[in-house]
């Protein structure tokens, strides 16, 4: 117990350093502050732009994209992962097919989908959707092939029907790592849309940022990372606390 | 654990199965040629028997003994289990105890042994009445709560054995159940099944490939040679029972084990 909260207090102190440090140079002028404008003045344009209703639009826009390209990848890999899994043929032709295009940057492809959509919300979802659907496709193939076939045949032993084997047998073998995919395809959704954002936008937050920078607004622009920061790793710590509610039984 | 002394049976009247095999053939094709795994298996196992079926890697013993459970068909030939054929599982009829890796991880060992009485719908407060009995007959009272991972390899397969007999099938088949444990306590499982075996009056199917193991649990060896599987010798053991640990040393126990082991040096 002792050596766990002293972990916790050390990591405590480490994000407490960085922002002295960032506060320190910034105020002692080591680094122009117009580069590099203090955490103290970043918090407070933070507490600022978020009452403003522009940005509140602006993350209301984002996060809608967000979930859209969400909602439409992550049944849809999953359905393509689970299929390529359960059939031999398929996962032999598709793997490494899918290997090659998962290793390709997504965002060459960004261009493409601007001629395709145009700028908007088709385009900025549409790219997020790509961005997204390779990993859920290839976390669902290896969640299913988590599944033990000793496990398939003791539910078949004792008489488990289809719908059986998938609720009893395959939903909680695959559940662990369902949960983790779900949380890194969120991690790819999320710099999908706000890369499409930054590319070419009239709005969303992604937009925004990239307006900030080019204006040398350079307190708004460091705001804005925090808050898009923020939003990112609490979805993250949300999964992440299911998972572990869901797989303690994983040694 | 528990002594000898303080078990109860399951049921006062022992439920026992009995088992015919006739002309059991079973054909693998592959591209080349067609793999004969069993040719011509016959046998016949009387109600309340504990048998053992031993062999080399290769010679069926696993496949006959999944035949006979209904995981898998033979390609020609008759199996029966209390007299009608089974084509495919029947929990009623046959528990099933598989190697170590077996159980749910993500669930308790009570709700382990209550798996098959949930398949079946049973009623919550039956199926943990019926769970516990199980667990106390193995020797596990008070560790239905706790997960697999929290169990050793002999408390694993006293599970396994618990949830293959929840149902009161007549018949257990049992494939090389202790094959993973260390020899310790692969010898104590050995004493417990007997046991358990004793307080049942169940039916008994055992794979193996230890020939000790074979002839301590015994009261009939089947011998199989590989490729194609054939039954070589099927012989009675007359030890007396209780088995004991000092009758290993004994030579009854000796000429039966080099009995088996002249078989199977032929065919290796």
Known sequence: MQAILTIKL???????????????????????????????????????????????KDLMVTATEVLAAFALAVPLGALIGFLIAENRYFADVAKPLLFFAFSIPKSI??????????VGFAQKVGFGFFSTIFIVIMSTTTAVESVKVEHLTVARSYGATRMQTAFRVYLPSMLPVLLEALRISMIFNLTGVILAEM??????????IATWGENFQMKQLLAGVLMVAAIAMAFNEIVRWVETQCSHWRT | MQSLANVTPLKPPPRAGAIEVKNVRQVFRTKSQDVVALDDVSLEIK???????????????????????????????????NGAPIPKPDPNRVGVVFQEASLF????????????????GVAKAERRAKAQDALKLVGLEG????????????????????????????????????????????????????????????????VTHSLTEAVYLADEVIVMSPRPGRIVDHLQVPLPRPRTYE???????????DRIWRHIRKSA
């Open chain 1, 10 to 56: 050390v990591r405590i102190a480490i994000v407490i350093a960085i922002f002295a440090l960032w506060e320190t140079l910034s105020r002692t002028g080591l680094v122009n502050p117009r580069l590099l404008p203090s955490a103290s003045d970043t918090f407070l344009t933070l507490g600022d732009l978020l009452q403003r209703a522009s940005v509140q």
């Open chain 2, 105 to 120: 991880p993500w669930l308790t060992a009570e709700d382990n042994v209550e798996f098959p009485l949930a398949l079946r």
């Open chain 2, 47 to 81: 109600p309340g028997r504990f048998v053992v079926l031993v062999g080399p890697s290769g010679c069926g013993k696993s496949t006959l003994l999944m035949m006979m459970a209904g995981l898998r068909e033979q390609t020609s030939g008759t199996i029966t289990v």
């Open chain 1, 109 to 118: 492809f960004l261009p493409m989908f601007i001629l395709v959509f145009g």
């Open chain 2, 143 to 206: 560790f239905g709560k706790r997960h697999p991972h929290e169990l050793s390899g002999g408390m694993k397969q006293r599970v396994s054995i618990a949830r293959g007999l929840v149902q009161d099938p007549p018949v257990l088949l049992m494939d090389e159940p202790f094959a993973a444990l260390d020899e310790q306590t692969r010898m104590t499982m050995g004493d417990e099944l007997l046991r358990i075996w004793a307080a049942t009056g169940k039916t008994v199917v055992f």
């Open chain 1, 199 to 208: 590319y070419a936008s009239r709005d969303g937050i992604g937009h925004q």
């Open chain 2, 247 to 257: 009758m290993l040393s004994g030579d009854a126990f000796g000429a039966l084990r």
